[in-house]
């Protein structure tokens, strides 16, 4: 079944070789989740990208 456009954003399955969160796991968070996340929201609100 395929996934919802609405909630594919948020899912991104990563794993390090020892499943803890490392430099480069939190890297591809912050790329693939944090900072989509606050862009769009950022637009839904009409704010600069200083805010």
């Known amino acids: 079944m395929p996934l919802c456009s609405s909630i594919s954003w948020w899912l991104n399955i990563w794993h390090s070789g ?15 989740i944090i ?13 600069t990208s200083s805010h």
């Open 18 to 32: 020892n499943h803890w969160s490392n430099e480069d796991t939190m890297k591809r968070y912050l790329s693939t």
């Open 35 to 47: 900072i989509p996340f606050i862009s769009n929201e950022r637009k839904k609100l009409i704010l």
